[in-house]
């Protein structure tokens, strides 16, 4: 887990340093993006009392994949950009078996709070809400790195700029990827290269 762990926090620090090279000392609010993500995971869950409501799992373990993305960066403002403490820190606290709550809603509240008072990632209330969506941290891994491969595909074509067209041939590319990346290995270096490359064949701006 802990090689798991570095990889993952590798890979946030080379894309946040594509999008802003000096985002280390920037002191981007990281936590506030941890909270506000949360919140739209609960109304992908539903709290609403008064009207019937269903679970969106396909868009909740998107929520959590995001939420993800804002705890690496979080823990790595947090570590200087020492990976290595970066993830030592993220394994101590899932090592720690701090208490989690028994309710889904309870358990994103208290992800949120933690984000507002420490100003970082809960891990064992991050890891609890990613059992009750069905989804491991193998599966975490994966969807990971292939997000994040999305992400740098998207900014090496006219994110920033507003140039990316993000809907192709009728579906967005976050299926795309999907699809893509279910015919690949996922481990290792290569797997992040393969469907970078498959990415690029199917974007319709360079067929």
Same mark, same amino acid.
């Given at each position: 887990?802990?090689?798991?762990?570095?990889?993952?926090?590798?890979?946030?620090?080379?894309?946040?340093?594509?999008?802003?090279?000096?985002?280390?000392?920037?002191?981007?609010?990281?936590?506030?993006?941890?909270?506000?993500?949360?919140?739209?995971?609960?109304?992908?869950?539903?709290?609403?009392?008064?009207?019937?409501?269903?679970?969106?799992?396909?868009?909740?373990?998107?929520?959590?994949?995001?939420?993800?993305?804002?705890?690496?960066?979080?823990?790595?403002?947090?570590?200087?950009? @020492?990976? &290595?403490?970066? /993830? #030592?820190?993220?394994?101590?606290?899932?090592?720690? =078996?701090?208490?989690? %709550?028994?309710?889904?809603?309870?358990?994103?509240?208290?992800?949120?709070?933690?984000?507002?008072?420490?100003?970082?990632?809960?891990?064992?209330?991050?890891?609890?809400?990613?059992?009750?969506?069905?989804?491991?941290?193998?599966?975490?891994?994966?969807?990971?790195?292939?997000?994040?491969?999305?992400?740098?595909?998207?900014?090496?074509?006219?994110?920033?700029?507003?140039?990316?067209?993000?809907?192709?041939?009728?579906?967005? @590319?976050? &299926?795309?990827? /999907? #699809?893509?990346?279910?015919?690949?290995?996922?481990? =290792?270096?290569?797997? %992040?290269?393969?469907?970078?490359?498959?990415?690029?064949?199917?974007?319709?701006?360079?067929?």
């Amino acid at each position: 887990m802990e090689q798991r762990l570095f990889h993952m926090l590798q890979l946030q620090d080379r894309l946040n340093r594509k999008i802003d090279p000096g985002w280390l000392e920037a002191g981007h609010a990281w936590y506030r993006a941890i909270w506000v993500e949360a919140a739209e995971l609960m109304e992908h869950y539903g709290w609403k009392w008064w009207k019937a409501q269903s679970h969106d799992l396909e868009q909740i373990r998107l929520e959590l994949i995001d939420i993800w993305h804002f705890g690496l960066s979080a823990e790595l403002a947090r570590c200087g950009g @020492d990976l &290595e403490a970066a /993830a #030592e820190s993220m394994r101590a606290q899932i090592d720690g =078996g701090a208490h989690t %709550e028994s309710d889904f809603r309870a358990n994103v509240e208290a992800l949120a709070l933690n984000a507002l008072s420490r100003h970082r990632l809960s891990m064992p209330h991050f890891l609890a809400l990613l059992k009750e969506a069905g989804t491991g941290f193998d599966d975490l891994y994966r969807i990971y790195v292939g997000k994040n491969v999305l992400n740098r595909f998207r900014q090496d074509h006219g994110y920033q700029e507003g140039t990316y067209v993000k809907s192709w041939d009728g579906r967005e @590319d976050n &299926e795309h990827l /999907a #699809e893509l990346a279910a015919g690949l290995e996922s481990e =290792g270096d290569l797997f %992040e290269a393969e469907l970078y490359e498959s990415l690029l064949k199917r974007y319709p701006r360079l067929r």
